[in-house]
């Protein structure tokens, strides 16, 4: 079969790497850098590239099953970002953006934590947080034999997935674990390779600290994917754990957890060529997609998305600058909104700039010629097969994606009615007893979604989307219910007269028999206008992506392997898939374009060349002035400064937020948090000119808990260490 074909091209493709790594003076750094590597693998080919790089450790240090490793300290945090631990009590790291949600959850206008931060003084002090856990990988097995077991040449594709789909419920039911651990199975190079995860889920995980947004998301949304950059982006929780130190639920009488490896915090700093490895969850990248894939995602996909972001940011931006309650009640989805619409817009630009298309159907050319001289017969069609396929998917992609940003994401009351929708399908499907486990859990989902609604400012929002998907949506996917529609007039009318817009008469909707809460839902303006636009979505659009990316898929999986055979000595790493990966690189600046040069370092200094007194993107503290203007720093200044960020060539994408950036000899010597504009294209094409990962100088961390906030207790919880010393 192909899979093992594919094997002996992965052991090939590491031999030859490792041979040629011996070689070093023959090596441009910038070829081994990129890539999202699993942590189980890296001996050979990926130790020596570390090392290559300046890297004192060996694989082992990094992840071992039998022994305290790096990998021990390392958490999925929330379930999309990444944390690490950083004492002996379970003290845990991440972002500010990571912890957002929780520390929103425990803010008011009277209790402002989002604006004045929140320090937790002792272990009573910290605040414990419902649906927030803490995810550690303790084992990783290649369970690829038997995911293929039965699976044949001769299958058609969706009897192979539903085959593979039974054989990966049997691998993750009979994994050999204990009985707090769960065990989940992940495909690896587009379906060739699957792996098997052992994880333990902490659920006790309590809020310790976070600056005030004014240092947390300094710079806040201009800022965001830019350099230079100076944001404070940390917030600090604990992990709980029960009395034999297992994972529990909130109880008053959970302690804090003893983890078997917790990162020493270095106070030396970085250079430029130093060392840097990221350990963290990526969540997708898709760096093997051909080239008419990448032109229809910037050229098609990516335009129509920002177009409606950008529309709804603006409406919802107006409103949080007039009101408090609602800019507390809308700082976080304005924040993960406004996240991807930026990230879009500088993935177009940098898949422009590097000229990344071209470069594919440079390698394509490439490859169709070293098929056809070696008579690679299975491969012949790869391509064309592609333009076909995206050819024939293009109007359902873009229609997706505009039911997605608009009746899913953006128009919160849209939201609501396809959530009730389920319930009437649940209904239809499974009876009463679907219907009362769906009513059940829709209504936990609107007990969270009501607590941050203001039907005031989504009225507007929902007016001009809703024109904007009748505008511009493909035609065949527009319901009849938006055909010569007054928008205004239509948004006057449902914001009026339906009871999804309050909580309480959303619960009073949904009460009574199925019959009755079916009957009631179908009288609903806001219901009835939604129903057309998701029935179309369940019955029509998107059975018609699913059957087109399944046969998309099938051909993804044979190019992955094609690829690898065809091109043996090209590094192929897998793509990010929410599972736990380390990338290495080093501190370096860049060039984004002609005349600019950006150097490693940000420094406080630019946090006060860019102060605009009450701002909500570029205040400054009182107190932050004073410790700069003292230049009280500490045992955490620089040179008589205070690094604020630095940059480094890692390769990042969404779900490696707060992941630490370690050193050479395995200590934490910042907090990723961010990629600069021209680089958000490495989710598509990497390029190490380019690429360069932002992260927090770990002594910005250090300096604001103990010269800002006094919070000494948690810095003697560290092992704060001098390596260059």
Same mark, same amino acid.
């Given at each position: ?52 790089? !300046? ?6 240090? &990094? ?9 021990? $300290? @390392?958490?999925?945090? $929330? ?5 690490? #631990? ?15 949600? $929780? ?36 084992? @990783? ?98 992990? /709980? ?14 302690? %804090? ?26 969540? =997708?990248?898709?760096?093997?997609? %051909? ?23 603006? #409406?919802?931006?107006?409103?949080? =600058? ?67 396929? /995206?050819?024939? &998917? ?5 229609? =997706?994606?505009?039911?997605?940003? #608009? ?11 396809? =959530? ?9 499907? !499974? ?14 989902? /609107? ?26 949506? %493909?035609?065949? /996917? #527009? %319901? ?37 809460? @079916? ?87 630019? +946090?006060?060349?860019?102060? +605009? ?95 800002? $906030? ?10 704060? +260490?001098?390596?260059?010393?």
């Amino acid at each position: 079969m192909k899979q093992i074909k594919l094997y002996f091209f992965i052991a090939t493709i590491f031999l030859s790497l490792s041979i040629s790594a011996q070689k070093a003076e023959k090596i441009d750094t910038r070829d081994i850098q990129g890539g999202m590597w699993v942590p189980s693998l890296l001996e050979g080919m990926n130790e020596q590239e570390m090392q290559l790089l !300046g890297s004192k450790m060996t694989a082992k240090d &990094i992840y071992d099953v039998n022994n305290s490793s790096l990998k021990d $300290a @390392i958490a999925h945090f $929330a379930g999309g970002c990444t944390s690490e #631990i950083i004492s002996p009590n379970g003290l845990l790291l991440t972002n500010h953006h990571c912890g957002f949600g $929780a520390i929103q959850s425990h803010s008011s206008v009277e209790h402002d934590y989002l604006k004045d931060g929140f320090w937790a003084m002792s272990y009573e002090e910290e605040l414990p947080n419902e649906r927030l856990s803490a995810t550690f990988i303790k084992r @990783i097995d290649d369970v690829t034999t038997q995911v293929f077991e039965g699976v044949t040449n001769d299958m058609d594709e969706a009897a192979k997935m539903s085959l593979i789909s039974q054989n990966i419920n049997k691998v993750s039911n009979s994994a050999q674990k204990e009985a707090w651990q769960d065990a989940n199975v992940k495909s690896f190079y587009k379906g060739n390779q699957y792996l098997l995860f052992v994880t333990e889920e902490f659920k006790d995980v309590r809020l310790v600290g976070a600056p005030p947004t004014s240092i947390g998301k300094f710079g806040a949304d201009t800022d965001n994917w830019m350099w230079p950059r100076h944001t404070g982006d940390f917030s600090m929780f604990r992990v /709980y754990a029960d009395e034999n130190n297992r994972p529990a639920t909130y109880s008053k009488d959970n302690k %804090p957890y003893k983890p078997n490896h917790y990162l020493p915090i270095s106070l030396d700093g970085v250079e430029e060529n130093d060392f840097t490895l990221v350990f963290g969850f990526p969540g =997708r990248t898709n760096e093997y997609l %051909p080239a008419v894939a990448v032109d229809q995602i910037v050229n098609v996909l990516n335009p129509a998305k920002i177009e409606v972001r950008e529309n709804a940011l603006k #409406i919802i931006d107006s409103y949080m =600058r007039k009101d408090a309650d609602l800019k507390i009640k809308y700082a976080s989805k304005y924040a993960s909104t406004a996240n991807y619409w930026k990230k879009w817009i500088g993935e177009d630009q940098g898949i422009h700039q590097t000229n990344a298309i071209a470069i594919k159907k440079e390698l394509e050319s490439e490859f169709s010629k070293i098929v056809k001289e070696k008579d690679l017969v299975g491969y012949t069609t790869l391509l064309s097969d592609f333009e076909k396929l /995206y050819k024939e &998917i293009e109007s359902v992609s873009l229609a =997706r994606d505009y039911w997605i940003e #608009i009746a899913y994401r953006n128009v919160e009351l849209l939201g609501i009615t396809f =959530r009730a929708f389920q319930i009437e399908q649940a209904y239809l499907k !499974g009876g009463e007893q679907g219907f009362e486990k769906a009513r059940q859990n829709i209504l936990g989902n /609107y007990e969270g979604t009501y607590k941050n609604y203001s039907a005031l400012v989504d009225k507007p929002v929902f007016e001009k989307l809703v024109a904007l998907y009748a505008e511009k949506a %493909p035609k065949e /996917y #527009i %319901p009849a219910n938006m055909n010569g529609v007054n928008f205004s007039t239509l948004a006057n009318d449902i914001y009026a007269t339906s009871k999804l817009t309050s909580l309480e008469d959303a619960k009073e909707l949904l009460s009574g028999s199925a019959e009755e809460v @079916i009957k009631k839902l179908n009288n609903d303006s806001a219901y009835k206008f939604g129903k057309e636009l998701h029935t179309i979505f369940y019955n029509k659009l998107e059975p018609k992506f699913q059957e087109l990316n399944l046969q998309i898929e099938a051909v993804q999986k044979e190019y992955m392997t094609a690829l690898m055979e065809v091109f043996p000595n090209k590094r192929f790493f897998p793509d990010a898939n929410s599972t736990l990966r380390v990338n290495y690189g080093m501190v370096q600046g860049y060039n984004p374009k002609d005349g600019v040069t950006y150097t490693t370092k940000t420094y406080l200094k630019g +946090v006060m060349e860019k102060y +605009v007194p009450g701002d909500y993107e570029f205040d400054v503290s009182k107190k932050l002035q004073d410790l700069y203007n003292t230049k009280d720093y500490g045992q955490y200044g620089e040179n008589g400064k205070m690094p604020v960020n630095f940059l480094s060539t890692n390769h990042m994408t969404g779900g490696n937020s707060g992941s630490p950036m370690i050193d050479a000899h395995g200590n934490m010597i910042g907090l990723a948090f961010d990629t600069t504009w021209e680089g958000t294209m490495s989710d598509l094409y990497f390029d190490a000119d380019i690429v360069r990962s932002i992260s927090v100088d770990i002594r910005y961390v250090l300096f604001i808990i103990d010269k800002y $906030a006094g919070a000494k207790n948690l810095i003697d919880e560290m092992t704060l +260490v001098h390596p260059k010393k």
